[in-house]
Nanobody, 125 residues
Framework: QVQLEESGGGVVQAGGSLRLSCAAS????????MGWFRRPPGKDREFVAA??????????DYADSVKGRFAITRDNAKNTVYLQMNKLKSEDTAIYSC????????????????WGQGTQVTVSL
């Protein structure tokens, strides 16, 4: 079993930055695909970013709405994945959740086995 705990959410002004963290416990997730999803107020959950390993390298992908502004990274020694969010906009307001799965394809598609509870990010004008 893997437990995921997000932190780093809060209230920030438009144009500002936040860094979210997702700490995994229970076992090492160094070989897992990891990702971030968000649920804006009144909307469905949507993909934000994912990172996975293949043939000895790490790859990342992003939703078009966050490309160039957000960056997903991981620290395997700390069993943690991060989401650096820059140039935040009001439409980035959402609950952000971390996901993890042993399969490289699963997290990006929203079919991850493990999910965190989420952390609120509010971007004020």
């Amino acid at each position: 079993q893997v437990q995921l705990e997000e932190s780093g959410g809060g209230v920030v002004q438009a144009g500002g930055s936040l860094r979210l963290s997702c700490a995994a416990s229970g076992r090492s997730v160094s070989s897992y695909s990891m990702g971030w999803f968000r649920r804006p107020p009144g909307k469905d959950r949507e993909f934000v970013a994912a990172i996975w390993s293949a043939q000895g390298a790490y790859y990342a992908d992003y939703a078009d709405s966050v490309k160039g502004r957000f960056a997903i990274t991981r620290d395997n020694a700390k069993n943690t994945v991060y989401l650096q969010m820059n140039k935040l906009k009001s439409e980035d307001t959402a609950i952000y959740s971390c996901a993890a799965d042993p399969q490289s394809w699963a997290t990006k598609t929203g079919r991850a086995e493990y999910w965190g509870q989420g952390t609120q990010v509010t971007v004020s004008l």
